[in-house]
């Protein structure tokens, strides 16, 4: 009697997972399937549901983290997450205390303080980007050591 809501969770579910590929509901609907399954073979809806939601967990617990590693392989860093461990010029004096400093990376002038709170890095001194913080690069000295 139920099994027929169990299919129609599925199809929605899957409709939802093409139209976002966020694998979000892709778990829910092996849920949905596994309860229509049991459904058929005539479980009352106690076991159908209690399936769903096992099903469900255990395929968002054990696969997902495996698909996400899969899929991420090729995702490609938004343009300020690739600055981090670039090479930068300081093109005005960083000081943390006086809140001012400035580096060009890829062309582009960025506010930009020091790792260290006391540290002055002077102009036209080499920096590797270590954080971002808000609109600001937190940048240290360039090392051989820290590259």
């Known amino acids: 009697m139920y099994d027929m809501y169990w299919l129609i969770l599925f199809v929605i579910l ?4 093409i139209l976002t590929m966020g694998l979000t509901t ?12 049991t ?7 106690v076991v159908q549901i209690i399936v769903f939601f096992l099903v469900s967990f255990v395929l ?12 991420n392989q090729n995702r490609t860093r938004t343009n300020v997450e690739s600055l981090i461990g670039k ?3 300081v093109t005005a004096d960083i000081s943390n205390i006086k809140s001012e ?5 890829n062309g582009l002038e ?11 890095i002077p102009k036209d001194m080499l920096v590797v980007i270590r954080e971002i913080s808000g609109v ?10 820290n590259e």
């Not at 892709?26 to 399954?37: R, T």
């Not at 400093?101 to 990376?105: K, T």
Request: negative net charge; charged residues 20%; without cysteine.
């Open 14 to 17: 899957i409709v939802i997972e």
């Open 26 to 37: 892709i778990w829910f609907a092996g849920g949905a399937l596994a309860a229509f399954v």
């Open 39 to 45: 459904g058929v073979f005539g479980a009352p809806l």
């Open 60 to 71: 968002l617990f054990l696969t997902r983290p495996i698909a996400m590693r899969y899929l």
């Open 87 to 89: 090479t930068a010029i």
């Open 101 to 105: 400093g400035s580096v060009n990376v």
């Open 110 to 120: 960025w506010s930009a303080r020091s790792v260290d709170e006391d540290t002055i």
């Open 136 to 145: 600001k690069l937190i940048v240290e000295e360039k090392r051989e050591d």
